[in-house]
């Protein structure tokens, strides 16, 4: 049961992966019952419009697992992961979130935020030399 799931979600994500459009996609994850809306090229409704990203970015896929509020976005950001931490660093602070806590970890670095009852990460590392990439999970209970 457990690879059907996997299996499924898979085919979902390449779907999605291989689309030229900014469409989303529903699939019930047969386990839980929960929709997860897969997408990917714009920031979902579920995160605040006032979250900052840097100039220059690119929104990549988007999960959104409707029922549990939780959020995941990719964002690819054209800096080296020192100056994309800085950013999220300051940049959260101004837009009014909580940083809980901004710890650098083995080839990557870990902020903690909240904001209200929302609580979130943004996992960052080094894609390719020069570009960093951000992976946003966001809960809104």
């Known amino acids: 049961m457990r690879w059907r799931i996997l299996v499924v979600i898979a085919i979902a994500v390449l779907g999605v992966g291989c689309s030229d459009t900014e469409e989303t996609t529903t699939t019930a994850a047969v386990a839980s019952g929960e929709d997860v809306i897969f997408g990917e090229g714009q920031m979902p409704e579920t995160i605040p419009a006032d979250f900052p990203l840097p100039a220059g970015s690119a929104i990549g896929s988007t999960m959104v697992v409707a029922d549990t509020g939780f959020t995941e976005v990719v964002v690819r950001v054209s800096a080296e992961l020192g ?59």
């Open 83 to 141: 100056v994309s931490v800085e950013f999220f660093d300051q940049s959260l602070a101004r837009a009014g979130f909580d940083v809980d806590s901004s710890e650098q970890g083995e080839n990557r670095w870990l902020i903690e935020f909240s904001k209200d009852s929302a609580k979130g990460t943004i996992d960052l590392s080094e894609a390719v030399p020069g570009i960093s990439q951000a992976v946003v999970r966001y809960n809104v209970p």
